[in-house]
């Protein structure tokens, strides 16, 4: 007699930029190894944000979570919370498809009492946010965006005598460099490969990561003002939490030495652009940013006119084979689980407390 295959549920409102995470790729990894089922509700939220409480779409999601073995939600799911975890005693692994990296649909803390691991595969965007993050390094050591202004908008040529008296002339090249790098997470981590090539120097400012990455990614790990000292690029890759909103302002910014190269892919709030214009003004430095605060950027805003600034609409972690690869991490992670081996995208209650600025 075969084996009963594990009851899949997911959960979310059923829009199509959410369902095209389904590709034919995965439905057919799904259909061969899980019995699976999407249900669709629509609970209002926010990208950091719970969903209000509905307890309709909690009826509805806990009558078809009955004998399922996993529950994956996304954007539109209620929060999976203690009444639908009583309902639902079968449920051995929840999971978040794309959300903002830190559970808002999910009582982790609730899922750890039950011993119940909580998965996030929002990690997925990683791998466009990284190489966006390389392209604007380059770009803004090449001072590319003077370039393309005075080509495109100005309709003028840059001359190579004009070129020779650029900084990106003279400090142009990312190999042998010095690359800073704020928040070393799942992008960091991905974008270390990328660098390998050009065979930078890495440091990092993130206070709370294992220390053993340093031999790992033969990185080095020191303050965040030596960050922006030393180093030629500086990259922000810091999450939005109570202790990064505006952490990144003038004490930072007038540490930048001429010709280096501030590149932002995270989240604008964790910069203070006031201080950041005033710095780029001097028209030694570089900023190449595609998050601002806030978004979209004001179509007045002096960034916009800026000849050292490059700047794109929060496009970086945005690419259509994005979506599908939310899935098949996740499908990764429910291959794990089901073969009696350890999850590698575990959210917990600590990861929780440093989103929201209580973990010392």
Same mark, same amino acid.
């Given at each position: 007699? &075969?084996?009963?295959?594990?009851?899949?549920?997911?959960?979310?409102?059923?829009?199509?930029?959410?369902?095209?995470? =389904?590709?034919?790729?995965? #439905?057919?990894?799904?259909?061969?190894?899980?019995?699976?089922?999407?249900?669709?509700?629509?609970?209002?939220?926010?990208?950091?944000?719970?969903?209000m409480?509905?307890?309709?779409?909690?009826?509805?999601?806990?009558?078809?979570?009955?004998?399922?073995?996993?529950?994956?939600?996304?954007?539109?799911?209620?929060?999976?919370?203690?009444? $639908?975890?009583?309902?639902?005693?079968?449920?051995?692994?929840?999971?978040?498809?794309?959300?903002?990296?830190?559970?808002?649909?999910?009582?982790?803390?609730e899922?750890?009492?039950?011993?119940?691991?909580?998965?996030?595969?929002?990690?997925?965007?990683?791998?466009?946010?990284?190489?966006?993050?390389?392209?604007?390094?380059?770009?803004?050591?090449?001072?590319?965006?003077?370039i393309?202004?005075?080509?495109?908008?100005?309709?003028?040529?840059?001359?190579?005598?004009?070129?020779?008296?650029? %900084?990106?002339?003279?400090?142009?090249? @990312?190999?042998?460099?010095?690359?800073? $790098?704020?928040g070393?997470?799942?992008?960091?981590?991905k974008?270390?490969?990328?660098?390998?090539?050009?065979?930078?120097?890495?440091?990092?400012y993130? /206070?709370?990561?294992?220390?053993?990455?340093?031999?790992?990614?033969?990185?080095?790990?020191?303050?965040?003002?030596k960050?922006?000292?030393?180093?030629?690029?500086?990259?922000?890759?810091?999450? $939005?939490?109570?202790?990064?909103k505006?952490?990144?302002?003038?004490?930072?910014?007038?540490?930048?030495?001429?010709?280096?190269? %501030?590149?932002?892919?995270?989240?604008?709030?964790?910069?203070?652009?006031?201080?950041? +214009?005033? #710095?780029?003004?001097?028209?030694?430095?570089?900023?190449?940013?595609?998050?601002?605060? /806030?978004?979209?950027?004001?179509?007045?805003?002096?960034?916009?006119? @800026?000849?050292?600034?490059?700047?794109?609409?929060?496009?970086?972690?945005?690419?259509?084979?994005?979506? &599908?690869?939310?899935?098949?991490?996740?499908?990764?992670? +429910?291959?794990?689980? =089901?073969?009696?081996?350890?999850?590698?995208?575990?959210?917990?209650?600590? $990861?929780?407390?440093?989103?929201?600025?209580?973990?010392?």
């Amino acid at each position: 007699m &075969p084996e009963k295959k594990p009851k899949v549920i997911f959960c979310f409102n059923g829009k199509p930029w959410v369902t095209s995470f =389904f590709s034919d790729a995965n #439905r057919s990894r799904l259909t061969d190894n899980y019995d699976w089922k999407i249900v669709e509700t629509d609970v209002a939220s926010t990208w950091t944000d719970s969903p209000m409480e509905d307890q309709i779409a909690e009826s509805k999601l806990s009558i078809e979570c009955n004998g399922a073995d996993a529950l994956i939600v996304c954007h539109g799911s209620p929060i999976i919370n203690e009444r $639908i975890l009583d309902k639902c005693k079968s449920i051995r692994f929840v999971g978040e498809l794309e959300g903002d990296r830190f559970a808002s649909r999910i009582d982790v803390a609730e899922c750890e009492k039950r011993d119940i691991p909580v998965i996030d595969t929002t990690n997925g965007s990683s791998y466009p946010v990284a190489e966006w993050a390389l392209a604007l390094s380059i770009m803004g050591l090449r001072n590319y965006g003077s370039i393309a202004r005075r080509m495109i908008v100005d309709k003028s040529e840059v001359t190579y005598e004009q070129w020779q008296k650029d %900084f990106g002339y003279l400090n142009g090249e @990312l190999t042998g460099k010095t690359v800073g $790098i704020l928040g070393f997470g799942h992008i960091a981590r991905k974008l270390m490969a990328f660098l390998k090539p050009f065979s930078v120097e890495t440091l990092v400012y993130d /206070p709370y990561v294992n220390r053993d990455m340093a031999d790992v990614f033969d990185i080095q790990f020191t303050t965040l003002n030596k960050v922006f000292e030393k180093s030629d690029v500086v990259i922000s890759l810091l999450p $939005i939490t109570p202790l990064t909103k505006g952490m990144l302002a003038g004490p930072q910014f007038s540490l930048m030495r001429p010709g280096s190269v %501030f590149v932002n892919v995270s989240r604008g709030g964790v910069v203070n652009h006031a201080d950041l +214009l005033q #710095r780029i003004k001097q028209n030694d430095i570089v900023a190449c940013l595609d998050v601002f605060d /806030p978004e979209p950027i004001p179509s007045g805003s002096p960034f916009r006119d @800026l000849a050292n600034v490059i700047l794109s609409p929060h496009i970086a972690g945005v690419t259509a084979e994005d979506g &599908p690869r939310f899935l098949s991490l996740m499908i990764d992670e +429910l291959d794990r689980f =089901f073969a009696g081996v350890e999850t590698r995208y575990n959210l917990t209650s600590k $990861i929780v407390a440093l989103r929201y600025g209580q973990l010392k």
